[in-house]
């Protein structure tokens, strides 16, 4: 997802980042670069040009052109204004007072629609909610088999009639607003607070029954209306979306399958086409791959630096399934300030169980920059395990001892540069440093910590993350390592 738009705007505002003088031909010069890259990223046309005329507007200001950083600057103004682009968004979905909460699917055939009420419901359910899904896709009947199928897997029950059919083989009943209606009154008898329709979908836009989906939408009062869409098909999604917007008027989106070759031209459009914020997307095949959407995270992630919150939050969910006895060590090791390279070497095949490795590596700030264009996701897992196979076991306890001859023999010993040694360590510094002072706390507390940063703008392009380190009287990174060197050797 966004490769090849992340690795072109990343070279682009490289170019800013590394001249000792910003001009406004060479900032236009590399915005001309930045339009290119979102439009092979199958951006719609008038969202790539006004977004870069926003750009250029701000970019060629004299806040930037006098700035002290000015490379650092256009970056930066080019991450807010992604986040505009793509947000604000509220992925909340508050309880309805006293009836239970309606959530309506739409979209075309083939988009996910039903897997996604599956992934929507456990999210929900995962939240303390008490889901219950209507099979109310009664053009395709293998759906309704599905959409029972998922329920099981998830322990969520499902409202489903059969269809009956005539002499001729003609469907005769139910109707699907009817079955809408009845699976929301039997909801409130079993005290369900919210409710997931699954409606019908066809192939095409053309061809989609709205008035059917109007008739539901008037009948039941969803409280939200949300249009389910593939990513991968880019411009597609963004006028089906309108289309669907003009008969519905939608509340939200959710995009599946970014986890696989989509460019991105849907996710960066959907909103400033039809003002219908994205408010979850989909990860992966299994039922528990489904994302609120975070413009800042996503924006992050384009510009090559990383989705931390989105990271810690994928960690408490693999953390859950660590033994307690294992979970003590790992705390104690940060506190002690013991975690090694070798650690992190061994924790590296918990990675695969937070979801797919390339949206997973993706949120590590600087190690999407060690895996080549068109490389496996494994193939890099791979690439960092030999990195740290070559080096000894001091090297892997000491790597403040990793000096510039070591690195040569590291680098020729796993067949890589040493530029990507020295990367590898300085990744795995910002992780122990900022790991450390969250040792102590639990979850919730370290998903607010992060939140908080967030805020502040600690995870922004150009930001350095103020990590309070213990007792060093705030060293800097040189100082703490010939510290941390001081003590070992007493």
Request: net charge positive.
């Amino acid at each position: 997802m966004f490769e090849g738009l992340q690795r072109t705007l990343t070279d682009a505002l490289r170019k800013l980042r590394g001249k000792g003088r910003l001009t406004e031909a060479n900032i236009r010069e590399s915005l001309d670069e930045v339009r290119t890259a979102l439009l092979d990223a199958d951006v719609h046309l008038d969202v790539a040009n006004g977004f870069i005329a926003r750009v250029t507007k701000r970019a060629i200001g004299q806040e930037v052109l006098k700035s002290l950083d000015p490379g650092e600057q256009v970056l930066k103004v080019v991450y807010d204004e992604l986040v505009a682009l793509m947000g604000p968004v509220d992925a909340s979905i508050p309880t309805a007072q006293g009836r239970p909460t309606v959530i309506m699917l739409c979209g075309l055939q083939g988009q996910g629609k039903t897997t996604t009420a599956g992934k929507l419901a456990l999210t929900l359910k995962q939240k303390g909610r008490k889901v219950l899904l209507v099979a109310a896709d009664l053009q395709r009947p293998a759906a309704i088999d599905q959409l029972d199928l998922l329920g099981k897997q998830i322990e969520v029950p499902v409202y489903r009639e059969e269809i009956q059919t005539g002499p001729d083989g003609a469907r005769i009943g139910p109707s699907p607003v009817d079955v809408c209606k009845r699976g929301v009154a039997h909801a409130k008898g079993l005290l369900i607070d919210t409710v997931i329709l699954d409606t019908a979908g066809r192939l095409h836009v053309a061809e989609m029954p709205m008035d059917e989906l109007r008739q539901i939408d008037r009948t039941v009062h969803p409280d939200h209306v949300y249009f389910v869409c593939d990513a991968m098909t880019g411009q597609d999604a963004v006028q089906s979306a309108r289309a669907f917007n003009e008969a519905l008027d939608l509340n939200g989106v959710i995009l599946t399958k970014l986890d696989g070759d989509a460019r991105g031209g849907a996710a960066l459009s959907i909103k400033e086409i039809t003002k219908v914020p994205i408010k979850f997307i989909g990860m992966g095949e299994k039922l528990d791959r489904l994302e609120e959407f975070r413009p800042e995270g996503m924006a992050q992630r384009i510009l090559g630096q990383g989705d931390i919150l989105s990271l810690v939050e994928k960690v408490s969910r693999v953390q859950s399934e660590i033994t307690e006895e294992e979970r003590i060590k790992q705390q104690k090791k940060l506190e002690a300030g013991d975690y090694t390279i070798q650690d992190f070497r061994e924790q590296l095949p918990l990675i695969r169980k937070m979801g797919p490795l390339k949206d997973v590596l993706g949120s590590l700030p600087g190690v999407s920059d060690m895996m080549p264009a068109d490389q496996d996701p494994e193939a890099s897992i791979k690439r960092i395990q030999g990195i740290i196979d070559s080096m000894t076991p001091k090297e892997r306890k000491n790597p403040d001892d990793i000096d510039y001859a070591r690195r040569m023999r590291i680098a020729k010993g796993s067949g890589v540069l040493a530029t990507e040694v020295k990367q590898l360590i300085t990744v795995f510094e910002q992780i122990r440093a900022f790991m450390r002072p969250m040792a102590k706390m639990s979850m919730l507390e370290r998903i607010r910590m992060v939140s908080g940063l967030g805020k502040m703008g600690g995870f922004m392009p150009g930001a350095k993350l103020a990590v309070k380190d213990q007792g060093d009287g705030g060293l800097s990174p040189r100082e703490r390592a010939a510290l941390r060197r001081k003590k070992k050797h007493r």
